[in-house]
């Protein structure tokens, strides 16, 4: 897959892509809790103006989430550019993502596949993407609700799901 840019210059400063994808996510879940979830063309807008009008805001959103995590290289608003354009709402949970595909084809959103894989089990079936016509249970995944401090699966998994709870609670 080829990324855009933003994606691609950390990529290419040493970070990896999997994290590179990540960071761009949690950035759009933290404007998602800045902006108080508009709809799409509203929370763009939100963005945006507070990139132009609250520059020193929208520069410390950024750097306090690349503090956060444990990250390889030097991470701030001067290599993490965000582009509001690029959020959109996931086909599947509804919840905001930001398209890091260079086509801007991307539907889903990156809970680790969760969305992408119901999309790809739902495109097989007969009814809409939103109102399949008939309902399968799937690939369940075993939930460790108390996973060992070492387990990074578990605990991957663990936060993936309250993440998911949290998304379809927010939007439905
Ligand atoms: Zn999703």
Request: aromatic share 10%; hydrophobic share 30%; net charge positive.
């Amino acid at each position: 897959m080829s990324y855009i840019k933003e994606v691609q210059r950390l990529i290419d400063d040493g970070l990896n892509e999997e994290a590179s994808v990540q960071l761009f996510q949690v950035l759009t879940n933290r404007f998602t809790f800045e902006m108080h979830r508009p709809e799409t063309e509203d929370f763009r807008k939100g963005i945006l103006e507070c990139r132009k009008d609250q520059r020193k805001h929208f520069r410390e959103i950024i750097d306090g989430e690349c503090r956060k995590y444990p990250f390889p290289i030097q991470l701030n608003w001067r290599n993490v550019k965000f582009e509001p354009k690029r959020v959109k709402r996931c086909g599947i949970c509804g919840g905001y993502f930001y398209d890091v595909s260079r086509n801007g084809n991307k539907i889903t959103c990156f809970n680790n596949g969760i969305c992408e894989h119901e999309h790809e089990i739902r495109r097989k079936r007969k009814g809409t993407l939103m109102e399949p016509a008939y309902k399968r249970r799937v690939d369940e995944i075993p939930i460790d609700f108390s996973p060992a401090e070492d387990d990074a699966l578990g605990n991957a998994i663990l936060t993936e799901t309250e993440m998911t709870a949290w998304r379809n609670r927010e939007t439905f």
